[in-house]
Each structure stands twice: as structure tokens, then as C-alpha cells.
């Protein structure tokens, strides 16, 4: 019913920049919000952006000032513009959409995640 397809991810150099795409398909009534969480191994996951139906945007302080997130909501995506990329943003990106179907309270629906490596 409901796809969440994310892309944009790869390998990039300290200072470099990178682009995430989130794409939410299907049966969909409404969409709330939209975001990323990543994830590192042997850390909890953690909220780096995310931005409601009305604009508002929130940010992981570990990101704020290089992160954006923007949305197109006649399409149903968001994109994170990722800026000044540290080692320390390496982890795995896992876009969400939290939105209603008919006849459904709100819940979360994850794409599949993108491998984000910043390396020299």
C-alpha cells in the first residue's frame, strides 16, 4: 500500500556535501511529517531532521547549521541537504514518513536506509 524509497547516499570527503531524496507512495491520506534517523553501530538511533506538513523543521543539535530539510509536498518527498559532512555523520540513514491512510490513525513508514560514509 504505502512504499517510503530513499536514495542519495554514498561516499563523500570531510567538507563535502550530499543529498538525500525521500520518496512516499501509495494509499496515502495525508502526510504529517517526514525525516531521517540514523544509525551507527553501537550507538542508539538517533532523529536528525524532520519537517511537518506545515514547514516546520526540527534538527539533531549535532547537525543544525549544515543539515536542511526541505519538502515537495505535490510530491510527496523530502530531501535532506547535507552540508560540511564530518566523519562523525557516517551511519545509515533511514528516511520516515509519518502519515495517514483511510481510515487509520497516523503511524510511521521507513524506507530502507542509505549508507552515508564520510571518508578522506
Known amino acids: 500500500q504505502v512504499q517510503v524509497v530513499e536514495s542519495g547516499g554514498g561516499l563523500v570527503q570531510p567538507g563535502g556535501s550530499l543529498r538525500l531524496s525521500c520518496a512516499a507512495s501509495?494509499?496515502?491520506?495525508?502526510?504529517?511529517?517526514m525525516g531521517w534517523y540514523r544509525q551507527t553501530p553501537g550507538k542508539q538511533r538517533e532523529l536528525v531532521a524532520s519537517i511537518t506538513s506545515g514547514g516546520s523543521t526540527n534538527y539533531a543539535d549535532s547537525v543544525q547549521g549544515r543539515f536542511t530539510i526541505s519538502r515537495d509536498n505535490a510530491k510527496n518527498t523530502a530531501y535532506l541537504q547535507m552540508n560540511s559532512l564530518k566523519p562523525e555523520d557516517t551511519a545509515v540513514y533511514y528516511c520516515?514518513?509519518?502519515?495517514?491512510?483511510?481510515?487509520?490513525?497516523?503511524?510511521?513508514?521507513w524506507g530502507q536506509g542509505t549508507q552515508v560514509t564520510v571518508s578522506s
Open positions: 520516515y514518513a509519518y502519515l495517514n491512510i483511510l481510515y487509520s490513525s497516523p503511524s510511521n513508514y
Open positions: 501509495g494509499s496515502i491520506f495525508s502526510i504529517y511529517a
